[in-house]
């Protein structure tokens, strides 16, 4: 039985919901989707300056799961850039 997600603490809520490369119509790109738990992770540590331990307890989850949100942020965001495919933001 799988255990039961514990409800994280997101209070980011971004207004743009797209980046994709410049000149390409959005139609013919493929997407790398980021969760509201990723995009939240992303800011807390890199905009917001906060080391994982803070960042994790602001989000209402452990340092080790923090880690494994910021690192799969940072894998599709360098897809993204590598392959050239658009970011969709889903908002929550």
Known sequence: MVRPKNPRFLRFN????????RGVPLSILEEVELLPDELEA?????????DQIEAAKKMNVSQPTFGRILDKTYKKIAIAIIKGKAIKIIKK
Do not use: M
């Open 14 to 21: 971004p207004e743009v919901v797209y980046f994709k490369p």
């Open 42 to 50: 992303l800011k807390l540590h890199d905009v917001d300056g906060l």
